[in-house]
């Protein structure tokens, strides 16, 4: 069975929330655009995957994608469809360095289209469940109703958060505060600066949170200082109690083995869409185990495509503290018309359907 093309439809809704008049370092843009690639067969499988995009942080939009797609597809049309290694051994000699949401889209569909080959989820070709649901965790979609937010989302079963921070401290601290009062120990807020910091800020507002008579064990510190300064992660660690998360500073195996060697954290979130994908970070898994770095199976920006393909790699893994597929839910429109992802209780399951065990699709919204 070989592939004999792959389509690619940017797809745009708007978000929910009101992000122009919010309060945080990292801003979104209105209007998220992701750009789903379809690869069909002579077999007439065909298999879907969203690169997702983060124009902001990793500069890639729906003009590179499709950019990438126009430089590999001489390469990989006539390929075995079922040979992910082959096809995407390929795409790492084409591009070994770039275009890894593009990357990471490809490889979710071969992954659909083998599940469907063989009658299997993506989850049993990625080794089979080690879990049947895990806690995942939700960002509340403004910092200025954060409160009001948080109250529903535990209603609902939520126990892991997002914080974003805005730079405006005793704002932050504030937010933090309400939230440690309003929390137990059974619930875990992550603080994401998002770079915002350098290392003697992020010190001072650490020792600031650590002071908090609400303060317990539940505090997650991510990504305080600049992507580039591993040397600063590794300050901060040394100098706080609060758990320290690498995120945004982690793109390839080369940076998390730089991470593990300077034992600049103690958890590392893990994304398919900034990472080149579900076999990428597979292999960041194995690494992360072998350092006994703690890690996340997490998202950024997804739609319910991508969100499928992070719960279905989520659930394969051994022991991640959580896994995060609920960006699409902070989305107006939903692109999955049938199957997906569903969130239960806080959690995240997937079904048993074939590949990624999603239906119909949306291909042609335009919410804009
Ligand atoms: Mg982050």
């Known amino acids: 069975m070989r592939i004999t093309d792959i ?4 797809v745009r809704t708007k978000y929910k929330g009101p992000w122009q008049h919010d309060r945080r370092f990292y801003v979104k843009n209105d209007v998220q655009a992701n750009t789903i690639i379809v690869i069909h067969t002579e077999g007439k499988i065909t298999g879907i995957g969203e690169a997702t995009h983060s124009p902001g942080l990793y500069g890639e939009t729906p003009g590179s994608t499709v950019g990438a797609l126009e430089l590999v597809r001489p390469y990989i049309i006539g390929q075995p469809a079922l040979n992910r290694n082959a096809v995407l051994n390929i795409v790492d000699r084409v591009m070994p360095l770039g275009n890894l949401a593009f990357i990471s889209a490809l490889d979710q569909a071969l992954l659909d289209i083998a599940g469907k080959a063989y009658g299997l989820p993506v989850v049993d070709l990625l080794g089979g469940r080690a879990h049947e649901s895990l806690p995942t965790h939700i960002n509340p979609p403004t910092n200025e109703h954060f409160m009001s937010c948080l109250e529903n989302f535990l209603k609902e079963g939520y126990r892991v958060f997002k914080i974003k921070m805005s730079g405006d401290t005793p704002y932050d601290l504030n937010m933090i505060s309400s939230a440690l009062k309003t929390v137990d120990e059974t619930v875990t807020l992550s603080l994401d600066a998002n770079q915002g910091w350098n290392v003697p800020q992020t010190l001072a507002i650490a020792a600031r949170i650590e002071a908090d008579p609400y303060y317990r064990d539940n505090v997650i510190l991510e990504q305080p200082v600049h992507a580039s300064d591993f040397e600063g992660m590794a300050q901060v660690r040394r100098g706080t109690k609060l758990k320290l998360m690498a995120d945004d500073c982690i793109r390839t195996v080369a940076d998390l083995a730089r991470l593990i ?3 600049a954290a103690d958890i590392v979130s893990i994304k398919i869409s900034r990472c080149g994908g579900i076999r990428k ?3 960041m898994v194995a690494m992360a185990e072998a350092a ?16 499928t393909a992070v719960a279905h790699l989520a659930l394969s893994t051994r022991s991640p503290l959580y896994t995060g597929t ?7 429109d939903d692109i999955v018309l049938e199957g997906g992802v569903q969130i239960e209780n806080g959690q995240a399951i997937v079904s048993n359907e074939p590949g990624l065990g999603i239906g119909r699709v949306d291909l042609n919204l335009q919410n804009i």
Do not use: F, G, P, S
């Open 292 to 307: 006994n770095m703690l890690y996340i199976i997490d998202e950024i920006n997804e739609m319910r495509v991508a969100n």
């Open 7 to 10: 389509t690619a439809h940017t």
């Open 281 to 283: 970070c597979q292999q």
């Open 326 to 332: 609920t960006c699409h839910r902070l989305l107006q």
């Open 261 to 263: 060697k300077l034992e």
